[in-house]
């Protein structure tokens, strides 16, 4: 008798990237969008922009009160950045993955963050943490999309 696998549908869910301003110095956005399409999720936003101090603190609020968010502020407020909503099959959790873990030195050789970065301060790259800080990130970047 033939066995059949049945997969229960998985919907598409939306995260937010960016590309920080280290990665878009380092001309490292096309090596970023590269490896988000050959996963096999899709692009649903994209943008480049200076982010204006409030929404860079909004964006960051939960790290409000750490020794590093004055840092990261003046950081991801220094040039230019790349915004992406990207969709797909549990598309935070594959693109945590994809990024690598927080500190670049940890970070699994093969991930972003492991193959291209080496100060937690820099790491490249940010994606939401969870369904719920997608929607948050998304509705702050790309009103409407989440
Ligand atoms: N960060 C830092 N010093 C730290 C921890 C974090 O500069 O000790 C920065 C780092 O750039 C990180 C960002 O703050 O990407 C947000 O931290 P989070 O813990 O949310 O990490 P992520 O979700 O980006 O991996």
Known sequence: MTKRFRRSPVSAERTLIL?????VSRGLVGEVVGRIERKGLKIVALELRTLERSVAETHYGE?????FFGELVEFITSGPLVALVVEGPRAVEAL?????????????????????????????IHGSDSP???????????PGLS
Do not use: M, W, Y
């Open 132 to 142: 719920e800080s997608a929607k948050r990130e998304i509705d702050l970047f790309f």
């Open 19 to 23: 590309v920080k301003p280290d990665g």
């Open 63 to 67: 790290h409000a009160s750490k020794p």
């Open 96 to 124: 945590r993955g994809l990024i690598g873990a927080t500190d670049p030195v940890k970070a699994a050789p093969g991930s972003l963050r492991g193959d291209f970065a080496l100060e937690i301060g820099q790491n490249l």
